[in-house]
Nanobody, 119 residues
């Protein structure tokens, strides 16, 4: 079993910055890709950014140039630096990790952290 613990959400004014973090814990697994997804009220959960153990990164078009994802493989931790935040970035942000154990790959989700961009 893998547990994901997120932190760093909150209320910020438009144009401001926030940094989210997500740490994976557990034993008997290897973490592969990690990433962030978000879900705004009345909308489906969608990709924000993902990063593989090799450092390959994918961003949603809406956050390119403003958000930066990074990770520490040794600590199984992923961060999301969010700059130039807009009202439309308001959502619950979820961490996701792909973990492999005994040749089985499972997707795990964090509990979510609220990000609110408002003046």
């Amino acid at each position: 079993q893998v547990q994901l613990v997120e932190s760093g959400g909150g209320l910020v004014q438009p144009g401001g910055s926030l940094r989210l973090s997500c740490a994976a814990s557990g034993s008997g697994f290897s973490i592969n890709a990690m990433g962030w997804y978000r879900q705004a009220p009345g909308k489906q959960r969608g990709l924000v950014a993902t990063i593989t153990t090799g450092g390959r990164i994918e961003y949603a078009d809406s956050v390119k140039g403003r958000f930066t994802i990074s990770r520490d493989n040794a600590r199984s931790t992923v961060w999301l630096q969010m700059n130039s935040l807009k009202a439309e970035d308001t959502a619950v942000y979820y961490c996701r990790a792909e973990a492999t154990t005994s040749a089985v790959t499972i997707q795990y989700w964090g509990q979510g952290t609220q990000v609110t961009v408002s003046s």
